[in-house]
């Protein structure tokens, strides 16, 4: 028990550059308070002790301001940055090294009874405001931005960004490589096509990301149309005309995104 408390500590140093010593985390970090008294909750959930239990776990919240049902499972080096307005579900799985910020919930999405809240694995981190809902399973070390809401799992060493979650993978295929098209079809016509961040649910960028997508799909097939005729002999006529940067660069700042690809689109 004591070296759990030792552990918990020490994981405060070792994730908040603010801490000083253990005198000022121990009186100080509401986050570690709140781990301290959900441990005491869930030993006595698990004895069957189970309204004391969430007595201390309703008392914690009223200190704390961080909500955790006394029968989620917590593992080690557990730690709540700031911790304001955290909520964590009956059915939570958390293990090693998580790290939580202010605002996240581990919630449900069902009123079935069972498993209903999300399990983190390993060293995962959840950025401020993000909501991980559902009995999904988010992999060894992945990180969940900030403001994003996760209903599905998330793969180790991945992140998740936005509403609804988006996978950003490390490998060269699937949703990756895609992406990686769309920012290089971007890049050719002279704008990015993600002003806005890509966490951001907005609406215009969606349109564009499709536009991009298709505009790939076509490139690809007049390409290969093209090689063809070559092939047989037959001329193709000179090269598709290229787009200007300068209407990209030197356009009226209020124009949008939208006004800059119909104008675009009418040079010869």
């Given at each position: 028990?004591?070296?759990?408390?030792?552990?918990?500590?020490?994981?405060?140093?070792?994730?908040?550059?603010?801490?000083?010593?253990?005198?000022?985390?121990?009186?100080?970090?509401?986050?570690?308070?709140?781990?301290?008294?959900?441990?005491?909750?869930?030993?006595?959930?698990?004895?069957?002790?189970?309204?004391?239990?969430?007595?201390?776990s309703t008392f914690s919240r009223w200190l704390t301001g961080i909500e955790i049902h006394p029968?989620?499972?917590?593992?080690?080096?557990?730690?709540?940055?700031?911790?304001?307005?955290?909520?964590?579900?009956?059915?939570?799985?958390?293990?090693?090294?998580?790290?939580?910020y202010h605002g996240v919930t581990l919630g449900g999405t069902s009123w079935n009874k069972g498993k209903r809240h999300p399990t983190l694995s390993n060293g995962v981190v959840v950025g401020?405001?993000?909501?991980?809902?559902?009995?999904?399973t988010v992999g060894v070390n992945a990180r969940?931005?900030?403001?994003a809401v996760v209903t599905k799992d998330v793969p180790a060493e991945a992140t998740a960004v936005g509403i609804p979650g988006r996978i950003i993978c490390k490998d060269e295929d699937g949703d990756c490589q895609k992406e990686k098209q769309r920012q290089a079809m971007a890049s050719k016509i002279g704008f990015d096509a993600y002003g806005m961040t890509s966490d951001m649910p907005d609406p215009i960028a969606q349109s564009l990301k499709h536009m991009l997508d298709h505009m790939h799909a076509v490139d690809k097939k007049i390409s290969a149309m093209s090689n063809a005729l070559e092939k047989m002999g037959t001329d193709c006529g000179k090269?598709?005309?290229?787009?200007?940067?300068?209407?990209?660069?030197?356009?009226?700042?209020?124009?949008?995104?939208v006004d800059l690809v119909a104008k675009a689109s009418k040079v010869d």
């Amino acid at each position: 028990m004591l070296e759990g408390v030792r552990e918990d500590i020490q994981s405060v140093f070792h994730r908040d550059p603010a801490a000083r010593n253990s005198v000022e985390v121990l009186l100080n970090y509401p986050g570690l308070h709140a781990v301290l008294f959900h441990r005491l909750a869930h030993r006595l959930w698990k004895m069957n002790f189970k309204l004391l239990a969430r007595c201390i776990s309703t008392f914690s919240r009223w200190l704390t301001g961080i909500e955790i049902h006394p029968g989620a499972t917590i593992g080690r080096r557990f730690f709540i940055d700031h911790g304001m307005g955290v909520v964590i579900g009956e059915t939570a799985e958390v293990g090693d090294d998580v790290t939580l910020y202010h605002g996240v919930t581990l919630g449900g999405t069902s009123w079935n009874k069972g498993k209903r809240h999300p399990t983190l694995s390993n060293g995962v981190v959840v950025g401020a405001g993000a909501k991980v809902l559902g009995p999904i399973t988010v992999g060894v070390n992945a990180r969940i931005g900030s403001n994003a809401v996760v209903t599905k799992d998330v793969p180790a060493e991945a992140t998740a960004v936005g509403i609804p979650g988006r996978i950003i993978c490390k490998d060269e295929d699937g949703d990756c490589q895609k992406e990686k098209q769309r920012q290089a079809m971007a890049s050719k016509i002279g704008f990015d096509a993600y002003g806005m961040t890509s966490d951001m649910p907005d609406p215009i960028a969606q349109s564009l990301k499709h536009m991009l997508d298709h505009m790939h799909a076509v490139d690809k097939k007049i390409s290969a149309m093209s090689n063809a005729l070559e092939k047989m002999g037959t001329d193709c006529g000179k090269q598709l005309p290229e787009i200007r940067d300068d209407l990209f660069q030197q356009g009226n700042k209020s124009e949008t995104a939208v006004d800059l690809v119909a104008k675009a689109s009418k040079v010869d």
